[in-house]
């Protein structure tokens, strides 16, 4: 069975706690962060090309608030 993202998060959270060095701690929260940012582009991405399959890109702007090119323009993040 798939965790789920709140139990995820709470697993990844303790794990960095456990990092005992601050130092050492701060770099892999950051790179933690860095990593989920280009992660989270990517499902973005997917979703909107999903949506795609039968709307307009205006009609997939609507649904994620922006203008249909700018969606258009996040589906190509998973390219």
Do not use: C, N, Y
Not at 51 to 63: A, P, S
Request: charged share 35%; net charge negative.
């Amino acid at each position: 069975m798939t965790p789920s993202p709140d139990a995820a998060r709470s697993t990844l959270i303790a794990s960095l706690d456990a990092i005992s060095d601050p130092i050492e701690r701060l770099r892999e929260v950051e790179e933690q962060e860095r990593q989920f940012k280009v992660d989270i582009k990517g499902v973005r991405a997917r979703i909107a090309l999903e949506l795609k399959h039968d709307r307009t890109w205006d009609q997939v702007g609507e649904i994620f608030g922006v203008t249909g090119s700018r969606a258009e323009q996040i589906s190509r993040a998973s390219r």
